[in-house]
């Protein structure tokens, strides 16, 4: 069984940053496809972002991309997710997942973290 621990979020002003992390107890990044979704009050789930840490080819929901950064460190063994340029609609639980399939699906992910609060202010 793999546990995903999360860290960061927290409150930030619109136009601001904050960094969420993401350890898999037990396993390293690099043995699955790991990626981050959101959920927004009163909203479905939906995807945010996700790596492949072998290959470190990554990919963005059109409406992150060119403000967040999914990224990893091998040597902590975690997954990051800067969100910069930070905006009211951003404001959701974010979660972090883990797969075997490169997918944008919540049902490739076995894993789940606990999920993180991210509020944006305007």
């Known amino acids: 069984q793999v546990q995903l621990v999360e860290s960061g979020g927290g409150l930030a002003q619109a136009g601001g940053s904050l960094r969420l992390s993401c350890t898999p107890s037990?396993?390293?990044?690099?043995?699955?496809?790991m990626a981050w979704f959101r959920q927004a009050p009163g909203k479905e789930r939906e995807f945010v972002a996700r790596i492949n840490p072998r290959l470190l080819h990554t990919n963005y929901a059109d409406s992150v991309k060119g403000r967040f950064t999914i990224s990893r460190d091998i040597a902590k063994n975690t997954v990051f997710l800067q969100l910069n340029s930070l905006k009211p609609e951003d404001t959701a639980v974010y979660y972090c997942?883990?797969?075997?399939?490169?997918?944008?699906?919540?049902?490739?992910?076995?894993?789940w973290g606990q999920g993180i609060q991210v509020t944006v202010s305007s």
């Open positions: 997942a883990a797969g075997n399939t490169i997918s944008q699906s919540q049902s490739a992910y076995a894993y």
């Open positions: 037990g396993r390293t990044v690099s043995s699955y496809i």
